[in-house]
């Protein structure tokens, strides 16, 4: 190879690249190919251009990145808007039966649920106290109010439930221990205190609803009742049955500022005087 760096030359070979003076010769990638059959090809530029021409062409896409942000804002209006017209009762994942449209309603003689009536109804107030209970009481003295022969005692006519509003009060607050009688039949399983765990109101509806289920008839207590006589009843050991007797079986609580709302579903909750005796004649 001739080292005359004037020599310009072009290289038939397309791997030859002449380097005269460290400068690679630019020609050389201009040069022609030649196959083993000695037929020129394409030159570098040229399949170059060629595989360009078969690239996929992005540019509709990457012209979206160009659109200004204010004028997807409309877009994204409408998106919003017919989203919000279609509502989740009409989104079903398999038809109703035979195209039929199925609608809650009330039971016979219920015109709403007792959610949207006044609280103090005495409805709603008993409705609520069976809530609670079902949760609270009825593992023991179970949901028919007849109890567990030996250890826990009958809800259904007993004394400590019919009768006196504080009594029944007193025993949902701090619970029982030891043995107990009732209707003439023993006892002996604990029960334990209510009133750190439940409301005021709570404790009314529930002495309301055992006092007027399975057949019982008694007052409704209200929350203010029960509230009152939390002030009094400090204590922390539950009662035996000795200290139940020391309170008098037909005590009641004072009346209720709520028992003008509705009228109760039992007895009032103070029993009316009896009429007074016509003068005797002589």
């Not at 050389?28 to 062409?57: C, I, M, W, Y």
Request: with cysteine.
């Amino acid at each position: 190879m001739s080292s005359d760096s004037s020599n310009h030359t072009p290289s038939t070979n397309p791997i030859d690249v002449a380097v005269e003076g460290l400068v690679i010769r630019p020609d050389v990638f201009n040069s022609p190919r030649r196959g083993n059959d000695g037929d020129a090809s394409l030159s570098v530029v040229q399949a170059h251009a060629a595989a360009a021409r078969e690239k996929p062409d992005f540019s509709g896409f990457s012209s979206l990145g160009a659109l200004p942000l204010w004028s997807l804002l409309p877009i994204i209006g409408v998106a919003i808007a017919a989203g919000s017209m279609v509502s989740s009762d009409s989104l079903s994942f398999s038809p109703n039966l035979k195209g039929y449209d199925y609608v809650l309603t009330p039971p016979d003689g219920e015109s709403g649920s007792p959610t949207d009536q006044n609280d103090y109804d005495p409805k709603v107030w008993l409705a609520k106290g069976k809530n609670e209970f079902s949760t609270v009481c009825a593992s023991c003295h179970q949901a028919s109010g007849e109890g567990v022969p030996g250890q826990f005692p009958p809800l259904k006519n007993s004394e400590y439930v019919i009768h006196g509003e504080k009594r029944v009060i007193a025993i949902l607050f701090h619970g029982i221990i030891g043995g107990l009688q009732v209707n003439g039949k023993a006892y002996n399983g604990a029960m334990p205190a209510q009133g750190q765990l439940k409301s005021p109101k709570q404790i009314a509806q529930i002495a309301s609803y055992i006092r007027n289920e399975w057949g019982n008839k008694a007052s409704i207590i209200y929350d203010d009742q029960v509230a009152d006589l939390k002030k009094t009843l400090i204590r922390s050991a539950p009662y035996t049955e000795a200290e139940l007797h020391a309170i008098p079986q037909d005590e009641n609580l004072p009346p209720s500022k709520h028992a003008a709302d509705a009228a109760p579903a039992g007895a009032s909750a103070t029993p009316a005087a009896p009429p007074a005796a016509p003068p005797a004649t002589k």
